[in-house]
Structures are given as C-alpha cells and as structure tokens.
C-alpha cells in the first residue's frame, strides 16, 4: 500500500468537509475548495479524519492512490490556513501596486505591466518591492505567482526581475576588460 495514500487525513477545527457525489469539498474561514476524486479510488470521511483507499491494486491505482491523498490533504489544508507564494521584485525603478483587482508593475519596459488579479486570489505589496499572493487553491496560487515571475524572470548578471522570496540566484560574472594592448 502506498506510503502517502494509506495515512489519514485530520479535520481541523471548524472545517467542514463532504462528498458531492465524485466531488470532495472542503468548507473554512480561508474558503470552499473543492476536489474531483478520481475513478477506482474512495473517499471515506469519519468524525476527525478522511481516509482515501484504492479499490484496485495496479500501479496505476496505486500511483493514483497517494495523488488523491495530496490533493484532498491540500484541500483542507487550503479550506483551514491558505497558501502563499512571497515573490521579490530587485531592480532600480521596478515596483509593483495593487489598484482594484488590478497588479500594476513598473518592471523596465517602456510600458507599465497590468496583471488582472484572478477570483479567488489575494495579492498584497509590502514597500514597492515585496509581494505576496495569497488563496484557498495550492495549485492556483502557484500558478499566479510564476505567471508574475514570468513577466521578468530574473537575469544571473544583475540579479533585476522578479524571483520567489527563497529563490537563490546564481550570480555571472560579466565579460571581462581586455587589457590595453
């Protein structure tokens, strides 16, 4: 049996959690999450924990089995406390501010960049430089925080773009003088 898949799933405090047919929601203060189980997996949930079983033993069922197990965990885990991604602007005149639902981003193009915040997220700017994308949605939050780092990746030489907060980036060593000849 799977390692990930057997080992149950607590209910925190104040969450709510049920079946919608092959659908798992989870219902907290951070927001309603939901998760389509998928077919030849099981969904049991008890009075303090969920429990996920396989009703087969190929490996496709059993790879299937702890996928189930990390999505329904995060879940809950979304529904309880949320996910953030904290992202790093460095560069002289870069600075980004939310205006609506809206991220405005002076990023050294010739033209501002505006990034539509998507439902369900929350992006907050901390002096100009330091943002933070907050949601119910693991994947979601995710996805939005390396669209942002995509619109100015970091570049090795000076270190200007935009990078995750625990991101290292390895510094090159630019092109040496040639010595006067």
Same mark, same amino acid.
């Given at each position: ?37 998928? &077919? ?24 299937? %089995? ?13 529904? %309880? ?29 010739? %033209? ?43 570049? &090795? ?25």
């Amino acid at each position: 049996m799977s390692r990930v898949g057997r080992s149950p799933i607590p209910i925190p405090q104040g969450i709510k959690v049920k079946m919608e047919g092959r659908v798992f929601v989870a219902e907290g203060p951070k927001g309603k999450v939901s998760q389509e189980i998928l &077919p030849r997996i099981e969904v049991e949930i008890g009075d303090t924990e969920v429990l996920i079983k396989r009703l087969g033993e190929s490996r496709d069922d059993r790879a299937k %089995h702890g996928l189930m197990r990390a999505l329904v965990a995060n879940a809950v885990a979304g529904a %309880h406390e949320g996910f953030s991604k904290v992202l790093e602007i460095n560069g002289v005149g870069y600075r980004a501010a939310v205006e609506g639902k809206t991220l405005n981003l002076a990023l050294g193009y010739s %033209h501002p960049v505006v990034f539509p915040i998507p439902e369900g997220i929350e992006i907050e700017v901390d002096k100009n430089n330091t943002m933070t994308v907050r949601g119910a949605r693991k994947q979601q939050v995710g996805q939005v925080a390396a669209e942002i780092r995509a619109l100015r990746k970091p570049e &090795p030489y000076k270190g200007k773009g935009i990078k995750y907060a625990d991101e290292v980036i390895r510094r090159k060593v630019g092109k040496a003088g040639v010595g006067s000849g």
